[in-house]
């Protein structure tokens, strides 16, 4: 009788789920479900074969033991009916799997045994089992899912290996894998680095650029901060000419190694202050070995654990200014969940601490609380940490605590020793050995960190490449030893010193020598951040002078304004600085990256006096008027020594006086708020910069209006021969740069008080494009008015008159309102239908008729004060008045480069059949609807009319370009002017951003 052999059975697990039975000829496909499940289960088991109580457990979880050995028993039968005897091996205990069963899941894992990471790419063709379950089987969902993780992890690391290797020739092949892992691991950053990195070392920029955008949307979703790396990377990346895609892999970044007995016992701490006890940490070490570092290892660690985390640093150039600290620390903790039940009291002394916290507490009383300035603060602070402790656990990282000003070390010192045992705070202060740093109680452990022994130094530099054995490792070693003394901040700029000079460099994931580099090795030469700092270009040491010299995260655009370059010159020798990890990017604002750093810099410099002048120049012409801006322009004058920029301090001190309404005298906002000590002779430069009226407090004022009111205001100004005039002076205004911010002061004491009545000066027009817009009468409050609304509806010159009823009158000099300065709107990054989109790269490719779901990302700047400033969009492939358009929402304005993000996931948008290029337009103005936007109708008009030749869409596909390089066009918008006569054209700008819809045939 002739043997029949058992047809051949194939699991097909990865990336789709199936049942493949016979040969490739007469292949056979059967439906998945629990056969399958069953089959893939024993094929992973130990020896194939699983007890039957085990598989009754796995896969009928929802039914009782008899029931569920029934169904086994049935599904046993089912599948040796159907397959064949030989699939299945059963007795009374045990089912195994028969050896005519071959899976894909199994020859992965020969692979994975293997370590044949090109195999390994090759066999894996998805998630396993990935979109696969069924009702009642939860215990084999949850094995599943493990097994999908372990699986993926082997993918991903095997195919990082293969693209690395094949950095150095890289194809379309190696991007697409890439793509893969990415893919597989979107919540990786470093999968995201991966295809990046990949894509610009094989010149694919327009897809650099679409998935850098895709990744900033991602974390924008998320909520999430980027990584250091993946920062680094994507300003490397932002312009080509940065920096060459080679040297994107090529960073000396080693891990963190050699404190690991540290991180556990901070860990611990933190698990101790979960359970409700209040924790201080003390971490102690010279500069350079690491602080720093780990409390950016651990704010990581616990944030990835859904701690809440905040982090707070003391910076060098705000020693000297009191309270500088303690306002920062206030300000972070105000904004928390649970931060406005604190007592009014301590409210109202939080706001006289930071001032920006009005927000959060807005009605209440600053002044007029007692005891001594420290007790308040000290209480306040109190109050607020066990505010934002009360219900949620906190971790408060303090950084570089021996920066911190004396006023605010004591209040921190006094505020955390109240804070109650079982607050659930953690508290780690970073600092110096050689400094005070607040005790807060006897129960606070300290945490000494020292520096790399020499096999972690070894495994640190293991980190970034392999170390060859070769003879001249060794005395590579020793001398980074010897030389850097075991500070990880020393040994990567040791290390970057040798790779500058060509001695060092890394090939195929290995640390090379060049010929005849042993006397280099033997002789280090000076210290390695000199030599770094004194080979840089000109512009970039410059430019890492002022940085140093501003001792606190300052903007690209004030260093820029201090280095007198443009505000890309200056971001390209940041971005250069950047890669050479000499400055960090904190937020929006720039730093150096460590204390040593700064100290290298500000010796390498020349004058530093002179820096400290350009860098108080540039706070007082480009900074927004804030209580921060004082204190870092007053502190830079301070150290300059020039009376010039200690007055215009102080008349900045005064202006934001007056934007507050701070009754006080302005020395003492000087040495209250601002934190300059009152018997610093700079103060009475700053004051004296003030007219001697301004300086007085409001009591003072009062009083002397009182006794000139008793002398008479006619004889005293016939007695002194004061006739009112007007002067003109030209501010910007913080809330509202885009235009000209005229104040108009009326000189003459006796005619101060005479004018100082409702709607007292007017202001018009004599030359210039446009309109003004905004109110254009004020009254005189204490001889100034300030047209703080007053804008204009186009670039050009202008010239203004302002006039006082039966008064003097005065023409202004020529304002010019530049290029930029009207209403813009620009794309900054989005999806449509799954693909993303920049402004860079503003086209998205979809089939015919796809549901353009998703978002696009606008920044937008507005001059107006009108009370309805619509944004709208409108697509091109149907026009007129049943054009395909909506209503996004109004904008608040004035603006200067806000932000905003238009979903149309609820718009329910199409794309067009027609294959082509079609437009989405996005359109601000000042109108109260879409209609009147998009058929560029005024609202003084009446109802929109359509087809008249002026229509938005067309008329901006038509200029498309300028649209994009410019932000905005001037259109002929139907409107009511004087100029142009009823219901006629007139040249009005309209901020537009596009985004193109390319359809492409399937």
């Given at each position: 009788m002739t043997e029949i052999t058992p047809p051949?059975?194939?699991?097909?697990?990865?990336?789709?789920?199936?049942?493949?039975?016979?040969?490739?000829?007469?292949?056979?496909?059967?439906?998945a479900g629990k056969t399958l499940a069953l089959l893939a289960y024993l094929d992973s088991a130990r020896e194939r074969r699983a007890d039957r109580d085990e598989l009754v457990d796995l896969l009928w979880s929802d039914k009782e033991n008899s029931r569920g050995r029934n169904s086994l028993r049935q599904l046993i039968y089912s599948i040796r009916r159907r397959l064949g005897e030989g699939v299945l091996l059963v007795d009374e205990r045990e089912v195994a799997l028969g050896a005519s069963v071959t899976s894909d899941r199994r020859a992965l894992e020969e692979a994975i045994d293997n370590r044949d990471h090109d195999a390994i790419v090759a066999r894996y063709a998805g998630g396993f089992l990935q979109e696969f379950a069924m009702p009642g089987a939860r215990r084999f969902e949850e094995w599943a899912e493990l097994e999908r993780q372990r699986l993926r992890r082997a993918f991903v690391h095997a195919a990082e290996v293969v693209v690395r290797r094949a950095a150095s020739v890289p194809d379309r092949g190696v991007v697409a894998l890439a793509r893969r892992v990415r893919d597989e691991t979107p919540e990786r950053e470093s999968s995201w680095r991966l295809l990046l990195e990949a894509m610009a070392l094989a010149g694919d920029w327009l897809g650099v650029e679409l998935e850098r955008a895709a990744l900033l949307a991602h974390l924008a979703d998320s909520a999430s901060e980027p990584e250091s790396a993946t920062t680094l990377l994507l300003r490397r990346l932002?312009?080509?000419?940065?920096?060459?895609?080679?040297?994107?892999?090529?960073?000396?970044?080693?891990?963190?190694?050699?404190?690991?007995?540290?991180?556990?016992?901070?860990?611990?701490?933190?698990?101790?202050?979960?359970?409700?006890?209040?924790?201080?940490?003390?971490?102690?070490?010279?500069?350079?070995?690491?602080?720093?570092?780990?409390?950016?290892?651990?704010?990581?660690?616990?944030?990835?654990?859904?701690?809440?985390?905040?982090?707070?640093?003391?910076?060098?150039?705000?020693?000297?200014?009191?309270?500088?600290?303690?306002?920062?620390?206030?300000?972070?903790?105000?904004?928390?969940?649970?931060?406005?039940?604190?007592d009014p009291g301590a409210a109202a002394e939080l706001v006289a601490i930071e001032p920006a916290l009005t927000a959060q507490y807005p009605a209440v009383q600053v002044r007029g609380a007692t005891g001594s300035e420290t007790f308040r603060r000290t209480r306040a602070l109190h109050s607020l940490v066990?505010?934002?402790?009360?219900?949620?656990?906190?971790?408060?990282?303090?950084?570089?605590?021996?920066?911190?000003?004396?006023?605010?070390?004591?209040?921190?010192?006094?505020a955390l020793q109240r804070v109650s045992m079982s607050a659930r705070l953690f508290l780690v202060m970073a600092s110096r050995p050689t400094t005070g740093i607040p005790a807060v109680d006897g129960q606070a452990s300290t945490l000494e960190l020292?520096?790399?022994?020499?096999?972690?130094?070894?495994?640190?530099?293991?980190?970034?490449?392999?170390?060859?054995?070769?003879?001249?490792?060794?005395?590579?070693?020793?001398?980074?030893?010897?030389?850097?003394?075991?500070?990880?901040?020393?040994?990567?700029?040791?290390?970057?010193?040798?790779?500058?000079?060509?001695?060092?460099?890394?090939?195929?994931?290995?640390?090379?020598?060049?010929?005849?580099?042993?006397?280099?090795?033997?002789?280090?030469?000076?210290?390695?951040?000199?030599?770094?700092?004194?080979?840089?270009?000109?512009?970039?040491?410059?430019?890492?002078?002022?940085?140093?010299?501003?001792?606190?995260?300052?903007?690209?655009?004030?260093?820029?304004?201090?280095?007198?370059?443009?505000?890309?010159?200056?971001?390209?020798?940041?971005?250069?600085?950047?890669?050479?990890?000499?400055?960090?990017?904190?937020?929006?604002?720039?730093?150096?990256?460590?204390?040593?750093?700064?100290?290298?810099?500000?010796?390498?410099?020349?004058?530093?006096?002179?820096?400290?002048?350009?860098?108080?120049?540039?706070?007082?012409?480009?900074?927004?008027?804030?209580?921060?801006?004082?204190?870092?322009?007053?502190?830079?004058?301070?150290a300059c020594a020039d009376d010039g920029l200690l007055r215009r301090v102080g008349r900045m001190a005064e202006h934001l006086q007056r934007k507050q309404g701070d009754p006080r005298s302005v020395r003492r906002f000087l040495t209250e708020d601002a934190g300059l000590d009152p018997g610093d002779s700079v103060v009475g430069s700053m004051v004296r910069g003030v007219p001697w009226y301004r300086r007085q407090s409001a009591w003072t004022r009062r009083v002397l209006a009182a006794s000139i009111a008793l002398v008479g205001f006619g004889g005293l100004a016939g007695a002194l021969r004061w006739q009112p005039s007007l002067a003109l002076v030209v501010e910007p205004l913080p809330t509202n740069p885009l235009t000209p911010a005229p104040v108009v002061e009326l000189r003459g004491l006796a005619a101060r008080a005479g004018w100082a009545r409702p709607e007292s000066i007017t202001v018009q027009r004599l030359s210039g494009p446009g309109m003004l817009s905004g109110p254009t009468?004020?009254?005189?409050?204490?001889?100034?008015?300030?047209?703080?609304?007053?804008?204009?509806?186009?670039?050009?010159?202008?010239?203004?008159?302002?006039?006082?009823?039966?008064?003097?009158?005065?023409?202004?000099?020529?304002?010019?309102?530049?290029?930029?300065?009207?209403?813009?709107?620009?794309?900054?990054?989005?999806?449509?239908?799954?693909?993303?989109?920049?402004?860079?790269?503003?086209?998205?490719?979809?089939?015919?008729?796809?549901?353009?779901?998703?978002?696009?990302?606008?920044?937008?700047?507005?001059?107006?004060?009108?009370?309805?400033v619509m944004l709208c969009a409108g697509a091109s492939w149907n026009e007129g008045p049943l054009s395909v358009r909506w209503t996004v929402f109004p904008l608040v304005?004035?603006?200067?480069?806000?932000?905003?993000?238009?979903?149309?996931?609820?718009?329910?948008?199409?794309?067009?059949?027609?294959?082509?290029?079609?437009?989405?337009?996005?359109?601000?103005?000042?109108?109260?609807?879409?209609?009147?936007?998009?058929?560029?109708?005024?609202?003084?008009?009446?109802?929109?009319?359509?087809?008249?030749?002026?229509?938005?869409?067309?008329?901006?596909?038509?200029?498309?370009?300028?649209?994009?390089?410019?932000?905005?066009?001037?259109?002929?918008?139907?409107?009511?002017?004087?100029?142009?006569?009823?219901?006629?054209?007139?040249?009005?700008?309209?901020?537009?951003?596009?985004?193109?819809?390319?359809v492409i045939k399937p």
């Open positions: 051949a059975v194939r699991l097909v697990t990865l990336g789709i789920a199936a049942i493949q039975v016979g040969d490739a000829s007469t292949r056979e496909i059967l439906d932002q312009r080509p000419d940065v920096a060459a895609p080679a040297e994107v892999t090529g960073s000396i970044h080693p891990e963190l190694v050699g404190r690991e007995s540290e991180f556990a016992r901070l860990l611990a701490s933190w698990q101790r202050s979960r359970a409700g006890h209040r924790t201080v940490v003390r971490l102690r070490g010279v500069a350079g070995v690491g602080k720093s570092r780990l409390l950016e290892e651990l704010r990581a660690r616990l944030r990835a654990r859904g701690a809440r985390v905040i982090t707070v640093r003391a910076f060098p150039g705000e020693r000297e200014v009191s309270w500088s600290f303690l306002a920062e620390l206030v300000g972070t903790l105000g904004r928390l969940p649970g931060a406005a039940g604190v066990d505010a934002v402790t009360q219900d949620t656990p906190l971790v408060l990282l303090m950084d570089d605590m021996h920066w911190c000003d004396d006023a605010s070390g004591r209040a921190v010192n006094n020292g520096g790399l022994t020499r096999s972690a130094m070894e495994a640190a530099i293991e980190s970034i490449a392999r170390l060859p054995d070769e003879p001249w490792c060794p005395v590579l070693l020793d001398s980074l030893y010897a030389s850097t003394r075991g500070s990880p901040l020393e040994l990567v700029t040791r290390l970057r010193d040798l790779v500058d000079r060509k001695v060092l460099s890394v090939e195929a994931e290995n640390w090379r020598l060049r010929e005849g580099g042993l006397d280099a090795l033997a002789h280090p030469g000076g210290p390695a951040l000199d030599l770094i700092i004194a080979r840089l270009p000109v512009p970039e040491r410059r430019c890492l002078h002022l940085v140093a010299a501003a001792g606190a995260p300052s903007s690209a655009l004030v260093l820029a304004t201090a280095l007198r370059v443009g505000a890309r010159e200056c971001e390209r020798h940041l971005d250069a600085l950047l890669g050479m990890g000499l400055v960090q990017s904190i937020e929006s604002d720039w730093d150096v990256a460590h204390d040593l750093i700064a100290e290298a810099a500000i010796r390498d410099a020349d004058d530093v006096r002179r820096l400290h002048h350009d860098l108080a120049d540039a706070f007082l012409t480009r900074s927004e008027l804030s209580l921060h801006a004082v204190r870092r322009a007053a502190a830079h004058a301070r009468s004020r009254k005189f409050i204490d001889g100034r008015a300030q047209f703080s609304e007053l804008g204009v509806t186009e670039p050009g010159a202008y010239v203004l008159r302002f006039s006082v009823p039966g008064g003097p009158s005065l023409d202004s000099d020529t304002l010019r309102v530049e290029e930029g300065w009207g209403p813009t709107l620009r794309l900054a990054t989005g999806r449509l239908a799954g693909r993303a989109f920049s402004a860079d790269v503003p086209v998205v490719e979809v089939e015919p008729g796809a549901l353009l779901t998703g978002s696009i990302g606008v920044t937008y700047r507005a001059p107006w004060t009108a009370a309805s304005t004035p603006a200067m480069d806000l932000e905003r993000r238009v979903s149309l996931d609820s718009a329910g948008l199409h794309a067009p059949e027609t294959p082509g290029e079609h437009h989405i337009v996005l359109a601000m103005n000042a109108e109260p609807d879409c209609d009147r936007i998009l058929s560029s109708t005024n609202w003084e008009v009446g109802p929109a009319v359509w087809d008249d030749g002026n229509d938005l869409v067309p008329a901006v596909i038509s200029k498309i370009e300028e649209a994009r390089q410019q932000g905005y066009v001037t259109l002929p918008v139907l409107r009511n002017t004087r100029e142009h006569g009823p219901r006629s054209p007139a040249p009005t700008p309209v901020g537009v951003a596009v985004v193109t819809v390319r």
